[in-house]
């Protein structure tokens, strides 16, 4: 049984919350501070890496190793089905769907 399959309007709430409970969460969070930049990756409330990235780069260039960090996680233990990033770096997620949007429509 899948979450994704089930009728929100006939599914009985108790169903839908113990689906949506198997689903993981991963919060990335990049940093730099005084030339000194990293990044976070937490899920279900333990840190699952915490890197130390090249000096000086930019905030963006953090956020955007973070995601792509976890999206490896994610294929590595293929859990692709059931996960979710969340990230609060507005500029990287328009970055990401750019990205999508201008490899959809092109003809390579």
């Known amino acids: 049984m899948e979450l994704i399959d089930q009728d929100r309007l006939t599914t009985a709430p108790e169903t839908l919350r113990?689906?949506?409970?198997?689903?993981?969460?991963?919060?990335?969070?990049?940093?730099?501070?005084?030339?000194?930049?990293?990044?976070a990756i937490i899920s279900n409330s333990s840190t699952i890496a915490t890197?130390?990235?090249?000096?000086?780069?930019?905030?963006?260039?953090?956020?955007?190793?973070?995601?792509?960090?976890?999206?490896e996680i994610i294929k590595e233990r293929q859990d692709t089905a059931k996960s979710t990033v969340f990230s609060d770096s507005l500029s990287t997620l328009r970055a990401i769907k750019n990205q999508k949007h201008l490899r959809d429509s092109s003809n390579i």
Do not use: M, P, Q, W
């Open 18 to 39: 113990l689906l949506f409970c198997e689903l993981l969460e991963y919060y990335t969070d990049g940093s730099v501070v005084k030339g000194k930049s990293g990044y």
């Open 51 to 71: 890197r130390r990235a090249n000096d000086n780069n930019s905030i963006f260039t953090c956020e955007s190793e973070a995601i792509l960090h976890t999206l």
